[in-house]
């Protein structure tokens, strides 16, 4: 998928297990895993709200565009 996103990354700079962050935006460790596993298909606008609130960064920071060759493409789910 072209678009990533980039929590690993900004979950590490800013110090922040994924079971603290869970429970800071209130969604589930299964769904945030997801996302920063980059198997989600799809963001909220309200999750990605809370992510920025609690780690204190733009949406920009979070999402990158990357183009992948499309056999690269996996089942991804959304949340």
Do not use: H, W
Not at 10 to 28: D, K, P
Not at 55 to 76: F, H, I, N, R, V
Request: glycine share 2%; charged share 30%.
């Amino acid at each position: 998928m072209p678009i990533r996103l980039n929590l690993d990354r900004v979950m590490l700079e800013r110090r922040i297990s994924l079971t603290e962050l869970a429970e800071r935006i209130g969604i589930t460790l299964t769904n945030l895993s997801i996302l920063k596993t980059n198997k989600a298909r799809a963001v909220r606008f309200s999750t990605l709200e809370a992510l920025c609130r609690e780690l204190k960064c733009q949406p920009g920071d979070l999402l990158e565009y990357a183009d992948l060759p499309p056999e690269q493409s996996t089942e991804q789910e959304t949340v």
